[in-house]
């Protein structure tokens, strides 16, 4: 039910396909689309919106008038659906016309719940998603142009190798390539020293190396290849560097069954590329993964990524060609059953104790596990052990709260040979992990290793000391952010992008791994104080297009990816009308390419030809019967207007006309629900970078403006009169008598002027010296005007 204004208006799934007249709406192959999808949508009618000036409010739904049906489903059906849900016997029977219920009573229990289950569990399938790869069409030989900086890591002999024979193929195919070995560090200073004494100015991209080493640093966490990586990030938006970084790896992705990644330490760079794409679009190329040992065709293959002619920005490279990565969705009908899984013995559940692994620990103790031992990082006082040993003693089970440091190998190892040998262990979940939220831009080695610390380094040393353990099951929660990339999540994105890789390594030993990236779960418990606070970060993920998974349907999917024994799953409940657009509205991706929900919304982004023509021609002719003045006022009330509508308010006055549009609220996704609304208005197609590059109302409306009315000066006589009379009711204007007399002199000649009482060819005395002057005189006069 959606609750508008109080009242519960329900909403039926259209059922009847013959009942609506439909079309086929067929997507073009594009550099956000890599195939064609051809989907089956009702016909839409267009309704006309209020026309700006003269907005009237609706509070109330309003019926459709032309008598077609929207919904062939009948009260009968609606009663009947709703009886059963409710398990209201006395509602079912009258429904059938039935005088006695009793041979209802019954079925009526497993038929209620039987349909709950259905509902629910047909709303979780669709919430699950998977990485996939899909081959490139390689097109011609491609050239470069310019000069390519190679970044190697100094005294690694493989990198040294693969970037000189790299260096061999890229000056073949047209390039100039300069080289450039970066020693490692454990601050990564090393690549930003390098880097300034570099010609940046002429620069056609860079080509990274870096991710090669995996030798551990100072900070077990970080590899010199991830640090390496997150200093060149840096370096060059410092150096303000005009060119793309590309990032090689080898055996960072794994693309089969019997492809899996080689090397889960450099599935971390994948993930900061991922966040780097998000946060700084322009700077940033695009990820290439190498085979083992790469060939020379392999390494022309690289050649064709670097050039953009594959138009894809995550690639693997291997024998069978040019592999593209995809998010794909992984419907349940995919993957068949293949065991029926319950906890039994010892489960141990780490952070157990608090959000997602507290959770999950309750549902596996409801689920029959006679025995959870939940880690902590700190220990729970008196009464919160109390309170917790009391709620899983009422589910039947025991519970053991350890405070253990699940990073430290010898404090785990101590651990796992605590369990009881009469409850022996059979599964892990590994839910710990340490969630901050910085750039990349600030984003030092210390915090990188925060955020990896526990995610990676409990992942790897659960993996080691339960190697040849006969487990039913090994868990690893990791994060959409390490999948497509989140904006100040680069240090969780790395951890989780290395757990994946971590299982899918595993599994290719014949060990049990599952490792699920999580969408937001509906978790109060996220340790923020204020409701208010709360309220925001729900709303704040709703607005991106990313609804929070209950807990309980969240654990659901989970047991239900044990059944199935998958590898890695995605399970997020994505709105793409709103998500897509927002993931790109300052670069394209074809990487939800074949998820038709996302290809219709990414479809839509901008009015068709004849729609743009006629709303431009209805815009532009009523905005030219107005004078310059009243245009811009009318554009930026306009701009105004659309923007309290994306922000939720009711009047456009709660938008100040020259406050940053960030500054009132406007995230990735408002910017782009914005333009789009404006093109639809004005039958433009407006940039993406819209509000990025003209930041407030008034400055967007001065855009729209110079695009409808190109002939015309964007700025007009009004509002430059305007901005005047802010100057001089300025304070320094006002405080300073010695500037105010200045002022008022030159107001006064120009009134003059205006007014005819100084003839219009005429020159003041001062314009006559000034004519004559030589430049010392000019400089003299000017300081003397400023009493200097």
């Known amino acids: 039910q959606a609750w508008t204004h109080g009242l519960p208006i329900t909403w039926h799934p259209n059922t009847n396909t013959n009942t609506t007249n439909t079309r086929n709406t067929t997507t073009a192959n594009s550099n956000r689309n890599s195939t064609h999808i051809t989907t089956n949508r009702p016909t839409t009618r267009h309704t006309n919106l209020p026309t700006y000036p003269f907005q009237h409010k609706r509070y109330w739904l309003q019926t459709p008038t032309d008598g077609r049906a929207t919904d062939r489903r009948d009260a009968a059906e609606d009663g009947f659906w709703k009886a059963v849900e409710n398990d209201d016997l006395?509602?079912?029977?009258?429904?059938?016309?039935?005088?006695?219920?009793?041979?209802?009573?019954?079925?009526?229990?497993?038929?209620?719940?039987?349909?709950?289950?259905?509902?629910?569990?047909?709303?979780?399938?669709?919430?699950?998603?998977?990485?996939?790869?899909?081959?490139?069409?390689?097109?011609?030989?491609?050239?470069?142009?310019?000069?390519?900086?190679?970044?190697?890591?100094?005294?690694?002999?493989?990198?040294?190798e693969l970037t000189a024979r790299t260096a061999e193929v890229l000056e073949r195919h047209g390039a100039r390539v300069v080289r450039l070995d970066v020693a490692p560090g454990p601050d990564g200073a090393a690549a930003a020293g390098k880097l300034g004494e570099q010609a940046v100015g002429e620069w056609e991209g860079t080509l990274s190396f870096l991710a090669l080493d995996e030798t551990p640093t100072e900070r077990?966490?970080?590899?010199?290849?991830?640090?390496?990586?997150?200093?060149?990030?840096?370096?060059?938006?410092?150096?303000?560097?005009?060119?793309?970084?590309?990032?090689?790896?080898?055996?960072?992705?794994?693309?089969?069954?019997?492809?899996?990644?080689?090397?889960?330490?450099?599935?971390?760079?994948?993930?900061?590329?991922?966040?780097?794409?998000?946060?700084?679009?322009?700077?940033?190329?695009?990820?290439?993964?190498?085979?083992?040992a790469p060939d020379e065709r392999d390494l022309t293959r690289l050649v064709t990524a670097l050039s953009g002619a594959a138009a894809e920005d995550q690639v693997a490279i291997r024998g069978a060609g040019l592999l593209a990565r995809r998010v794909t969705p992984s419907p349940p009908s995919s993957v068949p059953v293949r065991r029926s899984w319950a906890p039994r013995g010892t489960v141990l559940v780490t952070g157990g104790t608090r959000g997602m692994g507290a959770h999950t620990a309750r549902q596996l103790a409801g689920l029959g596990a006679a025995h959870l031992l939940l880690t902590t990082d700190t220990a729970l006082d008196a009464g919160e052990r109390s309170a917790l040993e009391a709620e899983f003693t009422a589910a039947g089970a025991r519970v053991t709260v350890a405070v253990c440091d699940i990073a430290d190998h010898a404090d785990l190892a101590a651990l796992l040979a605590s369990v009881p040998a009469d409850e022996p262990l059979t599964a892990v979940v590994h839910a710990a992990g340490e969630l901050t939220a910085t750039a990349l831009a600030d984003l030092d080695p210390a915090g990188l290793e925060r955020a990896l610390r526990v995610k990676t380094l409990g992942a790897a040393h659960l993996d080691a000391l339960l190697g040849d353990a006969e487990l039913d099951a090994f868990v690893l929660f990791s994060s959409i952010a390490g999948v497509w990339?989140?904006?100040?999540?680069?240090?969780?994105?790395?951890?989780?992008?290395?757990?994946?890789?971590?299982?899918?390594?595993?599994?290719?030993?014949?060990?049990?791994?599952?490792?699920?990236?999580?969408?937001?779960?509906?978790?109060?418990?996220?340790?923020?104080?204020?409701?208010?606070?709360?309220?925001?970060?729900?709303?704040?993920?709703?607005?991106?297009?990313?609804?929070?998974?209950?807990?309980?349907?969240?654990?659901?999917?989970?047991?239900?990816?044990?059944a199935r024994d998958e590898t890695t799953l995605v399970v997020a409940d994505v709105d793409w009308e709103r998500f897509a657009p927002a993931f790109t509205a300052v670069r394209d991706s074809s990487l939800f390419g074949e998820i038709p929900a996302a290809v219709a919304a990414l479809s839509t982004d901008g009015p068709g030809d004849d729609a743009a023509a006629t709303a431009s021609e209805r815009l532009v002719g009523t905005l030219s019967e107005l004078s310059a003045a009243d245009r811009e006022r009318a554009l930026t009330d306009l701009v105004r207007a659309e923007a309290a509508v994306v922000l939720g308010h009711s009047e456009g006055d709660a938008v100040d006309a020259d406050r940053p549009l960030k500054d009132l609220g406007f995230d990735s996704l408002a910017a782009v629900t914005l333009r789009n609304r404006l093109g639809a208005a004005a039958g433009l197609r407006l940039p993406a970078t819209l509000v990025f590059n003209h930041p407030t109302s008034t400055a967007v409306a001065a855009f729209l403006y110079a695009e409808l009315f190109p002939e015309e000066p964007a700025v007009s006589l009004d509002a430059e009169l305007d901005r005047l009379h802010e100057l001089v009711t300025d304070g320094v204007v006002a405080d300073d008598a010695v500037v105010r007399d200045q002022v008022a002199g030159r107001l006064r000649r120009l009134l003059e002027t205006l007014t005819g009482d100084v003839p219009a060819g005429a020159r003041s005395e001062t314009e006559e010296r000034l004519a004559s002057a030589s430049d010392d005189d000019i400089f003299s006069f000017i300081d003397n005007e400023l009493g200097q």
């Open 485 to 562: 990339g989140s904006g100040s999540q680069a240090g969780y994105a790395a951890a989780s992008a290395y757990t994946d890789a971590l299982a899918a390594r595993r599994r290719a030993r014949g060990r049990p791994a599952t490792s699920v990236a999580w969408g937001p779960w509906d978790d109060p418990g996220t340790g923020l104080e204020e409701e208010a606070a709360e309220a925001e970060r729900r709303a704040g993920l709703r607005r991106r297009g990313l609804n929070l998974i209950p807990a309980e349907r969240a654990v659901g999917a989970l047991i239900d990816a044990l």
């Open 90 to 160: 006395s509602a079912l029977t009258a429904t059938l016309g039935l005088d006695d219920g009793g041979a209802l009573s019954a079925v009526l229990p497993a038929l209620s719940s039987w349909h709950r289950d259905r509902v629910a569990r047909s709303a979780t399938d669709s919430w699950r998603y998977k990485v996939t790869w899909r081959s490139v069409t390689e097109p011609d030989p491609v050239r470069l142009s310019g000069t390519w900086l190679l970044v190697a890591p100094e005294g690694h002999t493989e990198a040294a």
């Open 220 to 292: 077990p966490a970080l590899t010199n290849g991830t640090v390496g990586t997150l200093s060149l990030i840096q370096a060059l938006a410092d150096e303000a560097a005009p060119g793309p970084l590309w990032t090689v790896t080898r055996g960072a992705v794994g693309t089969a069954e019997n492809d899996p990644p080689a090397a889960p330490a450099q599935a971390q760079v994948w993930a900061l590329g991922r966040v780097a794409a998000v946060e700084d679009p322009d700077r940033w190329g695009g990820l290439v993964d190498l085979p083992a």
